[in-house]
């Protein structure tokens, strides 16, 4: 996959956006963590700026593709998109809901770039999410 490396300043502006302070607590906030829950990100932030910013900020994002949404069943944790963070892939633990992250396989990317092509289609991202239960979760279980 083509990685193009871009600061958050050109990539905002690019899109007719400019960089506030916010913005970039926001970005930050996301770039030092793992994937985070709203509330997650809420309980980062709100020294730093209101709820109301933050919501702002993140619905921004979303909208521009600065970031992606994992879906955990009916709620979801927020991460940089592939423009800003490494390609990878997900397997969520639908008990715990921790987010999983591992590395591109690179004959995996090009499987499913071969079949991209095959059914001609311009493909210019994927996600992968696995779901299921992690170790921690499946041992829990087991001594209940
Ligand atoms: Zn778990
Ligand atoms: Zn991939």
Known sequence: M????????????????????SRQQVFNALADSDALSMSQLTRKLQS??????????????????????IQIGWKYKLELSDTFAEHHHHATCSQCESVIS????????????????????????????????????QDTNLNT
């Open 2 to 21: 083509e990685s193009r490396p871009t600061t958050l300043k050109e990539y905002l502006s690019a899109n007719g956006h400019s960089l506030t302070r």
């Open 48 to 69: 730093k700026m209101d709820r109301a910013s933050i919501y702002r900020n993140i619905e921004l994002f979303e909208r521009l593709g600065i970031i992606n949404r």
């Open 102 to 137: 591992f590395e591109e396989d690179i004959e995996f990317e090009s499987k499913i770039s071969q079949l991209a092509s095959s059914l001609n289609f311009a493909l210019h991202s994927h996600s992968i999410e696995l779901r299921g239960l992690c170790q921690k979760c």
